[in-house]
């Protein structure tokens, strides 16, 4: 049925909003929202992490991947609803880390993990997933922030952490 309402409202013609059905509209201004939640967490991720949105998405998918494999399956839902819908688009078709990752990993497991994935110096590795951790607690309110870090080890706890 979304699909059906997403195809409808890529096919219809632009300008003409008021005579789609009310489905259509709503659908746009959705898809349109989600675009633009996503489009202002990546600038923000750009920012913080000094890297292009290319980058910056790849390395929030392949932090958040990481670091959705140490919390339960109930605390990475919780933690996807708050987070823009295209990212959690995303982070569930990002199968290829399930097998990647060791059980009970700890950061240095993630940051090589991580800096493999995106090709990373290893010195540059730390600086990119701090920034995407950060990015990510300035999306979900503090109490989902603090849900996900008593799931954590404690040296992931650190990286988790905003800076002080």
């Not at 009310?22 to 633009?36: D, F, G, N, T, W």
């Not at 998918?61 to 605390?75: F, H, M, N, P, T």
């Not at 990286?159 to 002080?164: D, E, G, K, N, V």
């Amino acid at each position: 049925m979304a699909d059906k309402r997403e195809q409808e409202v890529q096919d219809a013609p632009r300008g003409t909003t008021r005579e789609l059905p009310i489905e259509v509209r709503r659908a746009r201004r959705s898809a349109a929202h989600a675009s633009q939640t996503y489009a202002a967490f990546l600038k923000h991720l750009c920012e913080r992490g000094g890297m292009s949105p290319a980058v910056a998405e790849r390395a929030a998918v392949s932090v958040l991947c990481a670091v959705e494999q140490r919390i339960s399956s109930g605390e990475t839902r919780d933690l996807e609803a708050q987070l823009p819908r295209k990212l959690s688009e995303l982070l569930h078709r990002c199968e290829r880390h399930e097998a990647a990752m060791p059980g009970g990993f700890g950061r240095e497991a993630l940051l090589e993990h991580v800096g493999a994935d995106l090709s990373l110096h290893p010195d540059a590795v730390a600086p990119v997933v701090r920034a995407v951790l950060n990015a990510v607690r300035d999306q979900i309110t503090e109490g989902e922030a603090e849900d996900v870090m008593d799931q954590l080890p404690e040296d992931l706890k650190e990286l988790w952490r905003r800076p002080s």
